[in-house]
């Protein structure tokens, strides 16, 4: 039997929102709250090179990062330039200078990603949590209106049985 792409999708898809209205029910049932689960996930435990990452991304996009950077660049060449003008360690193309940046982009680049990527994965986490909130929310509204439409219906029953 072979099954084709799109019906695996379709059927993937189904199992998923399958499992969150489970969620839901399970939620509703025990009357917990839906936002425990993202506020103090259980799994949210960060290695060190995790940890690590963050903190470079977090300072790499940080202003204080861009004036110590050009702080130090702007020292560089005015040490090399005026300073040392003939003695100069690195002259005027500032060809080690190139390599020590391109060196600390090939190493930050990749670090950014991954905090990038674990930002990511919390962001998708929020949506399905926002999602099952809204799901809980709409099965608890209906609820509550069937509840009201039957407190309507026997308030007023006594008035269509006079007519």
Known sequence: MN??????????EMQYLEKLHKIVQETIQEKDLILNNL???SQDILSKEQRLSDKVAHFGGSWR?????GVILMFWIIINV???KSSAFDPYPFI????????????QAPII???????EEKDRMRNENDYLIN???EIVI?????????LLRNKLKPYTICR
């Open 82 to 84: 005026v300073v040392l």
């Open 142 to 150: 209906r609820s509550l209106d069937q509840k009201m439409d039957l």
């Open 113 to 119: 990603m991954m905090s990038q990527n674990r930002q």
């Open 96 to 107: 080690l200078m190139n390599l020590i940046l391109s060196c600390i982009a090939a190493l």
């Open 39 to 41: 506020l103090h996930p």
């Open 3 to 12: 099954i084709e792409p799109e019906e695996q999708i379709f059927t993937g």
């Open 135 to 137: 799901l809980k929310s």
């Open 65 to 69: 990062f861009i004036v110590i950077f």
